[in-house]
DNA sequence: CTAGTTGCAAAGAGTTTGCATGGCG
DNA sequence: CGCCATGCAAACTCTTTGCAACTAG
């Protein structure tokens, strides 16, 4: 099935890669896209085939039962592995060399070859730790 | 607010206890429960207050848009970091060891302090690896 | 011109909630 | 007994789908 390029599908495009790495909800990113001109179902259908393409993943989070899609298409996001920080909610880049390192260590203890772009690491990040210690008396 | 211990709740219980780290949505528990006498409402309500308590996860399967829950209550659980094969769907725990080294690795070079309970590596794990190998020609 | 795409509204699925009843402590 | 939990059904929210109109190739 070839795939047309569209109004819609352009400024969806657009509009996920200046906030690669963001967690949004269809509604949210359809609010955003209003004055755009691309309606919900359409924002869905280029998701799900966004999807389908391996560029944008689904996620949840813990308490929260929405489901949130992240772009993560750039060549750039596709080669690190995500740390998600649960306190603040931001994600952030493992450096190259560390996700190297986490790479082969998990290929020869486990026999596991993993998929960078779908791993996400959960936890806190250095500044919400600190934060974290200093607050608790 | 007290919690009772009511039948409901521990059929629940048992149930997630003996399919640890398997992903089922809610009406598939509801449905493997029918005969313990539990209703969905119950299942989703119990759900919800074990996931407060971060015993439960939830999960999404990327072109599934169903939402999974994964009971990792247990403390053997808990301590490792588990590994999920995107062919055949099954997880594994990383060995104690390697958990370590990746702990500290992610700590030292990141800064970044993560949590092994939430986290899942997504991947391919040995044996889907190799059946990839020698279907491919 | 043909086939993929869109918007809208209706249909569906999954999840949550209100309320009366029942059960734990 | 008092209060939490349960069932059932209604209410909701989010997502998908049907269809006619539209547009990229």
Do not use: P, W
Not at 82 to 87: E, Q, T
Not at 102 to 129: H, P, Q, S
């Amino acid at each position: 099935m070839k795939v047309y390029s569209t109004k819609q599908r352009k400024s969806l495009s657009d509009y996920l890669l200046s906030h690669r790495d963001e967690e949004m909800t269809a509604a949210e990113i359809a609010a955003a896209l209003r004055g755009e001109g691309i309606s919900l179902s359409a924002v869905y259908r280029n998701l799900a085939s966004l999807e389908e393409e391996g560029l944008v993943q689904r996620i949840t989070r813990a308490g929260d039962r929405k489901i949130f899609f992240r772009f993560s298409g750039a060549e750039e996001c596709r080669e690190h592995i995500h740390l998600r920080c649960r306190k603040c909610g931001k994600t952030f880049h493992m450096d190259a060399g560390t996700t190297d390192l986490l790479d082969e260590t998990v290929a020869e203890n486990c026999g596991f070859k993993m998929d960078r772009a779908e791993t996400v690491i959960n936890g806190v990040c250095g500044d919400c730790e600190k934060a974290e210690q200093t607050s608790k008396k």
